[in-house]
């Protein structure tokens, strides 16, 4: 059974950083690509980063460009973001989701990722 457990969130000010960590079980993130994905209030889901396990490829909004990145802990079946430079308009609630039909890339939309975790809550707040 695929679980996704994300933690790491809280409240942190503008110019900060916060890690991110999404504790996998049921598959293995060698194998398996985990996007991460964000939603402000009011807003829809947006694609925050993603690296393809196929091709490596990274795919990110301009908005984050260069702040945040992902990694991966084989031994702890872990993929954590980190995020730097944190703005206010980061806030929102953060998901590691996977898109089960094809395991190595990303998928080209938010709302083909079909395992979710529960999410973990960002704030970037003076």
């Known amino acids: 059974q695929v679980r996704l457990v994300e933690s790491g969130g809280g409240l942190v000010q503008p110019g900060g950083s916060l890690r991110l960590s999404c504790a996998v079980s049921?598959?293995?993130?060698?194998?398996?690509?985990v996007g991460w994905v964000r939603q402000a209030p009011g807003k829809e889901r947006e694609a925050v980063f993603c690296?393809?396990?196929?091709?490596?490829?990274?795919h990110f909004p301009d908005s984050v460009k260069g702040r945040f990145t992902i990694s991966r802990d084989i031994a702890k079946n872990t993929v954590y973001l980190q995020m730097n430079n944190l703005k206010p308009e980061d806030t929102a609630v953060y998901y590691c989701?996977?898109?089960?039909?094809?395991?190595?890339?990303?998928?080209?939309?938010?709302?083909?990722?079909?395992?979710w975790g529960r999410g973990t809550q960002v704030t970037v707040s003076p």
């Open positions: 690296v393809s396990i196929g091709d490596g490829s990274e």
């Open positions: 049921g598959f293995t993130v060698e194998h398996y690509t």
């Open positions: 989701a996977v898109y089960s039909r094809d395991v190595r890339i990303c998928p080209k939309v938010v709302s083909d990722y079909d395992y």
